[in-house]
């Protein structure tokens, strides 16, 4: 047999030409979202006035296995699509391990992530319904700057709500944001009340995604001809984001490979989700029933791990919709991990009901480890890998670590979400050996469950 | 017929084998270099204290058509490569022009540009020969990051002087080299005596090229079991990247294309002469004699279009040989010009020779002209260039506008070396209308040339 290539790659017309919809298979569905006002069960009308149409639409559809991408989103993916699979020959032979070691490569593209695989479908969509403006909020920056390029290209105009710590300590993530021609406001703001409630109630906070979210909801809600639209977490997000493992299938079959198990990292679910519905559909329907699917999680927001699997608001400021998911509680201030992407204190509630059922594992890791795999990672593999990428990183290498001691084969499928070059104060920080771990207590997180609200 | 896909991917089979060595079929070769010491030409042997030997031999080399690709270096290749040949169908549409534009785009790699084609091979043979370290120097810091990856990757120690200025300017340019493991030191500096010297003479300058190239040299020959490695000029080197253009060559032909023009930007000439070895070839052999060739300079450091065509030195400390070649003298200091990668005060032999003897064009352009070429180009193509690769992007569209009066459908192909991840001040300082261009007087040439050495 030939020897497996580096990089596979799909043709264009190998693309896939559908997203997945993996709530279609499950076998029980997440709890339905709430009306944060009424705290009732809300239908697709409730969300109008946050998200446009058709994503509302997709938002509350769980019985269409296989969704149509819009010709021009397929266009677009086309720029920057299809992303390698690759084959992690250098890091193996550096494990000296015999499990086989692939990833998914999402970071060539400018947005420096797989982020703007579900920036271009929620662009489109909002383009297609007449909208001219929408709003949103960014961690770490990867969510505003694929958010930026759709934007440019489908010529609607951004708010970027961008978490006032990371906006101080990235200023070249700014830059990106501006070249493309959106407009960033640090949050929490004087623009929007429930910024200028916070900033009141916690003067000179660095902010969190949760807070971020709620302002740029408030804006949204706010202007005319304008959404709101979000990176992670929801079901429309991860349903974009299926083409990643899509594509990771098919090149797989191509070089007839097939995971034994499935890493990603998780923050809200987006990149995890995405790289696992179409593995996760063989699980489900007994093709494929050993396959294991792995979350890894910052040790210092571990919402898996330690989380509750309870209602919680999915914003600080209580105007967004809650789910049911595991959550840390919306008042959760994580440390400040570098990970910027990784900071959210709930989860999707996709992968949340998947994990409460048995059908994923989670792994937390300290970020020091974290580091210490993306060095080792981009030494042999010559990526230099996101901050939240290399938290898979370490799982891969963690489990082809126990593959050398047991001298089993597997098969390791992991994501590689994207870049770190906007990270490298973190990198700096952990190469001068200054970078330290934060592990929450069981005291700060009860503080954080405290605040979760009682339902029904 | 079907339509041209966005991106064109050679397979690995379909990959280069050997690279082309352009001056095996010029009419007429470059001067030979000279023994700085004694002004006179210089062999193979005189080039050994600096090079490794197999480089030496590359170097000096104009009979051998093909020369094979290492397996061990195709293997490195094949890690990053091949890059794909991308049809420009967005920013042909916004510039509303019958031309059809492609790039050839050497950024998916994590030194964000094509310098790892020469590192990889460098770096290989110096393993070969049983060296245990390197220098170099670096300006923008695009051929520091790639020669620390080979680095990495082969398992040799690296030493790099950056010029002072972008050491300054680019934390996180020594942050991803610290990353892969390799030590910086700013340059000029008190590390060798030609550093030494310089600070004497211009106390807190600003430092070189010339100048760093002076001081890796120097350190390089002191060292035991260690060599020096350019970037740029050579003629190994641009042999090494002859490998984009023998790609593209091959990628244009799977879909039916040929250039009318080929475009790259000229700094010392390594991504120009690479990318247009393989279509030189055929305007040389005849087959193809039409095909327009266009350099493209910062009218900062204009060496091609107002230089002069003599001997100088390749370096500004004068322990380096000289070459016949377009020239503004190795004292030339450039203003702040934030192309940090084209502020070379020369230009490749080979270039040079093919410019003097009619077979290539040269373009001198202003900054704010190339910036807004490469915000436009990112935010319709999703890809932020370097500020170096948007010169070339600013001739392919002043090549696209010209079309566009015309009514001509030219095909336009130009080389999009690399990402502006590490050049977020240039593009704020371009956002916020803060950039200047800076265009030397006749005068200010007059004093560089006034330091051109007398040659027989």
Redesign the interface.
């Known amino acids: 047999m030939a020897k497996i ?3 596979t ?1 799909l ?2 017309e190998e693309m896939p030409k559908q997203w997945y919809n993996l709530r279609a298979d499950m076998k029980e569905q997440p709890d339905p979202y709430l009306n944060p006002a009424i705290l009732q069960p809300l239908g697709r009308d409730d969300l109008l006035p946050i998200f446009c149409e058709e994503l509302c639409a997709q938002e509350m559809n769980s019985t269409d296995r296989y969704i149509d991408i819009p010709e021009e989103v397929q ?1 677009f993916y ?3 699509r299809p992303s390698p699979l690759i084959r992690a020959y ?1 890091l193996e032979k550096a494990l000296d391990t015999p499990a086989k070691i692939y990833y998914q490569f999402e970071g ?5 992530s797989h982020k ?1 695989n579900s920036a271009a479908a929620q662009v489109y969509y909002a383009k297609q319904q007449g909208l001219k403006c929408l709003t949103t909020e960014t961690g770490a920056g990867q969510w505003g700057t694929a958010l930026s ?1 759709a934007c ?2 489908y010529g609607l105009d951004l708010t970027v709500y961008m978490v006032r710590v990371s906006y101080e300590q990235k ?2 993530r700014k ?2 944001i ?4 959106a407009d960033i406001i640090p949050s929490p703001s004087e623009t929007t009340e429930v910024g200028r409630a916070i900033l009141k109630q916690h003067p000179g906070t660095g902010g969190s995604l949760g807070c971020a979210i709620s302002e740029a909801v408030e804006r949204a809600i706010h202007t005319d001809g304008c959404r709101y639209v979000l990176g992670s977490v929801l079901n429309q997000v991860l349903l974009h984001q299926s083409v990643i493992g899509l594509e990771s299938r098919a090149a797989m079959e191509k070089i007839g490979e097939y995971p034994d198990i499935v890493i990603g990292c998780a923050g809200g679910g987006s990149n995890l989700g995405g790289l696992m519905a179409a593995f996760m559909k063989d699980k489900l329907d007994g093709t494929r029933p050993n396959t294991e699917f792995i979350a890894v999680e910052p040790a210092s927001c571990p919402s898996l791990t330690r989380g509750r699997y309870a209602y919680d608001f999915c914003d600080t400021g209580h105007v967004a919709p809650l789910a049911r998911m595991y959550t840390l509680g919306s008042d959760f201030m994580p440390s400040a991990n570098h990970a910027g992407g990784l900071r959210y204190h709930g989860m999707s509630p996709v992968l949340s009901k998947l994990y409460h059922d048995g059908y994923m594992k989670a792994v937390a890791v300290e970020q020091t480890r974290v580091f210490d795999a993306a ?1 080792q990672f ?7 890998p996101a901050p939240e990428s290399a938290h898979a990183i370490r799982a891969a290498i963690d489990e082809a670590l126990k593959c050398r001691e047991s001298g089993e084969a597997k098969t390791i499928l992991f994501g590689l979400t994207g ?1 770190g ?2 990270d ?2 973190a ?2 920080s952990f ?1 001068e050996g200054s970078m330290t771990d934060y592990i929450p207590t069981d005291e700060d997180l009860e503080k954080g469950f405290a605040t979760l609200p009682t339902i029904g």
């Open positions: 290539p580096y990089r790659y043709t264009e266009s086309r720029i920057y250098n060539n593209n400018t947005s420096g703007l390029m440019a290209h200023p070249f830059a990106v501006h070249t493309f021609g060095v981009a030494r042999h593999e010559t990526i230099l870049t070059y906007f490298m104060n990198y700096t190469l």
